[in-house]
DNA sequence: CCGAATCCTTGTGGATACTG
DNA sequence: CAGTATCCACAAGGATTCGG
């Protein structure tokens, strides 16, 4: 098997940015574990291979990737476009639904981060009173 | 048994208010699937007891509920209130960081809302062309 | 290369019954 | 009233394997 060492990856709790890696409270959350992250992948609009967007995510495992990207693409968050090449080649986009998302899920991300010492503190607090 | 009409119970999968109901796409969620509810039941800020929650939750199981405010409060979302008379009073009670995670889910809610028709939309066209 | 198919493990939520 | 204690069902995620 191949040596991988995905290079910054992206948490699946989503809203995730580096800083939040610890993250404090199962933060919001879109659909399935990996739809948000999927967003982040692809917020740039530069449309993506399956595989290349297995690296950002921990390498998930084809199947799961496949059942987040095929209920994303029934919402309409998204379009998978086959080319019709060989080797295959099969890309993904978000739509501008797709997109739209990004606003709350910014807000979101953001929320976290601002409070996300506050909810570490509160953890703590709550293992001093009941250890 | 006593015969319960929840009168109008809000969804589990949050975010909702009625018009949302038939829910197009798992919309955002917070945490667990009944976090958000109780947020928005104590969203007034009023204290609510134990009983009183469990009505808006579609008679959500104590031991659920337990679950779901133990991790709140945990969190710093709310705070539990035990009164020491007989019988108990408990009350709960959201938090300013609380509180302030109602911004963010009026965000995510707003979204829903103004795109659930293209989300059903998207859907429909989904099945059309694989049915 | 992009998945589909299969099987398995786990976490989350829920039903029911019982207690301080 | 406000929970615990058990047991259980199911969906989601994951490992592995196979196919177009």
Redesign the pocket.
Known sequence: ?TEQSSPQPLS?TLFDDPDCAGSPS?PL?V?????AVVLRCLEDGAPR????L?VPL?????????????SMERDGFLT?T?HDEN??????ALTDLGRSLLTPLDAACAWTRAHAPEITEARAAYERAAP
Chains 1, 2 share one sequence.
């Open positions: 098997m699946p199962r959350r659909g399935g574990k990996w739809t291979r399956f595989s290349e297995r921990h390498w998930i495992t084809p199947k799961v990737l496949t059942e987040t990207l095929r998978r086959a080797p295959p080649r099969v890309e993904y």
